[in-house]
């Protein structure tokens, strides 16, 4: 039997928390989802006087203490991604060995610049991982300290507008073995957006999982993404270009000489708060 109940935008909005503080005993706040003034345009705006900077935090040596092995193959990844992504129209930052305290310094500066007339932001981080963190050359720093500096009330001038993060990073120990299948607009001042709205992040794995990368050639991921898109932007929407980047990723099968990590597989993992569709300009 169907449950019949008032509609969406009847009765009251509650969360899913075992008790929220502030509102101990009191009902809480009726939504006004019907009239909170956010336009109803689809596509995010990407005529801008620039497209907008791209950092890219390249890692490959580690200190000692950290018992990190060399990223060798890293750089290959980070001129794939300078090239593709200054075609697109980015400005390049690129740096190389940060260490967790430079990582957030760099970051926490680009955060305090003036966006207004940037169209988006992209950063893409090569490095060693694990899940919910990112290392810097003498340790583990948390995603969440770097992704936040750019949080729609602490970064104003890019608030409504892209934010997109590339990872490559182990997000664990796990090994995927694979499995057979038989399958051959103009922004206004007056809305009010949810502060974690417009970022989008694109894992090189699927949470758990170590990120392979070839030694010569670079990263699955990276090499992926960059090759979907040269192929693609300016003619796919950017999802439609990850799905793409997904099944490539997904064709691969690790090559090693340690029996334990050979036959191999991987798939990328998007998670994505954007709230319009994007596409790069043509």
């Known amino acids: 039997m169907t449950e019949m109940g008032d509609g969406p935008h009847l009765g009251e909005d509650q969360a899913d928390a075992k008790s929220i503080p502030a509102f101990k005993g009191k009902s809480l ?21 620039e497209m907008g900077e791209c950092v890219i935090i390249n890692n490959k040596n580690f200190q000692p203490h950290t018992r990190m092995s060399s990223r060798s193959g890293t750089d290959a990844d980070a001129a794939s991604v300078r090239e593709v992504f200054m075609n697109l129209g ?11 305290g430079n990582i957030f310094k760099l970051l926490k500066k680009v955060s305090e610049e ?9 950063c893409v981080l ?3 991982g694990d899940e919910g963190l990112i290392y810097g050359t003498d340790g583990p720093l948390e995603l969440k300290a ?17 934010k997109l993060f ?21 922004e206004t001042m007056c809305q009010k957006i949810p502060v974690e709205a417009d970022f ?15 030694s010569v050639q670079g990263s699955w991921f990276i090499q992926s993404l960059c090759e979907m898109l040269q192929k693609h932007a300016g003619k796919l929407e950017l999802m439609q270009i990850l799905t793409r980047v997904n099944r490539k990723v ?3 099968e690790s090559c090693s000489t340690q029996q334990d990590f050979n036959a191999k597989k991987q798939i990328p993992c998007i998670v994505s708060m954007l709230t319009k569709e994007f596409y790069f300009p043509s």
């Open 29 to 49: 706040p009726a939504s006004k989802s019907m009239d909170s003034g956010i336009l109803p345009d689809y596509s995010y705006r990407m005529d801008y006087p």
């Open 114 to 122: 003036d966006h207004s007339k940037r169209s988006s932001f992209v």
């Open 146 to 162: 770097l992704t936040s500096l750019f949080r729609g009330d602490r970064c104003r001038s890019l608030a409504g507008k892209p």
């Open 166 to 186: 590339f990872i490559q990073a182990c997000r664990g120990t796990e090994l995927d073995a694979g499995i057979e299948t038989d399958s051959g607009s103009e």
């Open 200 to 214: 989008l992040y694109a894992y090189s794995t699927a949470p758990g999982y170590y990120s392979w990368r070839n």
């Open 90 to 100: 980015y400005k390049i930052k690129i740096n190389n060995d940060l260490s967790c």
């Open 126 to 128: 090569l490095s060693h």
């Open 250 to 252: 997904a064709e691969y």
